[in-house]
């Protein structure tokens, strides 16, 4: 058994883009302000018939990352590995293929959970609007990514609690913080032994 209490802060970073067909560069993903009309002030953009690389930052590097799971579709992982600022880096596509437009008055939800060893499962409902045509998919603000804050406290007695202390989005530029609150709908901590 351990001596001491030990608290561990950590964060799933999440960064989206379109793969392009041609090969070339991927594309920025948009993200548009819906204020509050929907569950969240903020609504992904995404195009239908799509492919899309996720790449997610898992801090501290100690934490793995072992499963990902795209609207309950387990995805394919390459962990790219650890960098100078004690992350593991992973990156995966998912395809939108199987989707169908949004309709004018609704929101979808993407749902990304990521399952971290010993943590459990992060999982990040975002409000999402599915679209057919590029013109539409490609406005608003550029995404800058998703984070996800959390905190593992492990007592000592070996017991673990784990809660998420943070979630937002964030664009470029990014706004300030007083116009750019965290959803509440986006914070979801499903604990899991994993």
């Known amino acids: 058994m351990g001596s001491e209490a030990e608290?561990?802060?950590?964060?799933?970073?999440?960064?989206?883009?379109?793969?392009m067909e041609d090969g070339g560069s991927d594309q920025r993903v948009y993200v548009k302000s819906d204020g509050k009309r929907f569950t969240d002030g903020k609504t992904l953009k995404l195009k239908t018939n799509s492919k899309y690389i996720i790449r997610i930052e898992v801090t501290p590097a100690k934490k793995v990352m072992d499963a990902l799971f795209v609207n309950?579709?387990?995805?394919?992982?390459?962990e790219i590995g650890g960098s100078k600022n004690n992350m593991f880096v992973y990156k995966a596509a998912f395809e939108t293929n199987n989707i169908g437009v949004t309709g004018h008055s609704d929101?979808?939800?993407l749902?990304?959970?990521?399952?971290l060893m010993g943590v459990g499962v992060?999982?990040?409902?975002?409000?999402?609007?599915?679209?057919?045509?590029?013109?539409?998919?490609?406005?608003g603000f550029p995404l800058g990514n998703?984070?996800?804050?959390?905190?593992?406290?492990?007592?000592?007695?070996?017991?673990?609690?784990?809660?998420?202390?943070?979630?937002r989005i964030?664009?470029?530029?990014?706004?300030?913080?007083?116009?750019?609150?965290?959803?509440?709908?986006l914070m979801k901590l499903k604990r899991e032994k994993i």
Do not use: C, W
């Open 122 to 139: 992060v999982m990040v409902p975002i409000q999402t609007k599915y679209y057919g045509d590029e013109f539409r998919a490609n406005s």
């Open 170 to 185: 964030t664009t470029k530029p990014e706004k300030p913080a007083a116009e750019d609150p965290a959803p509440s709908a």
């Open 7 to 19: 608290l561990l802060v950590g964060s799933v970073v999440i960064h989206i883009n379109r793969a």
């Open 72 to 78: 309950s579709v387990q995805q394919d992982i390459l």
């Open 146 to 167: 998703i984070v996800v804050d959390f905190e593992e406290f492990k007592d000592k007695h070996e017991n673990v609690e784990v809660k998420i202390t943070n979630a």
């Open 111 to 115: 749902i990304i959970s990521a399952h």
């Open 107 to 109: 929101r979808d939800t």
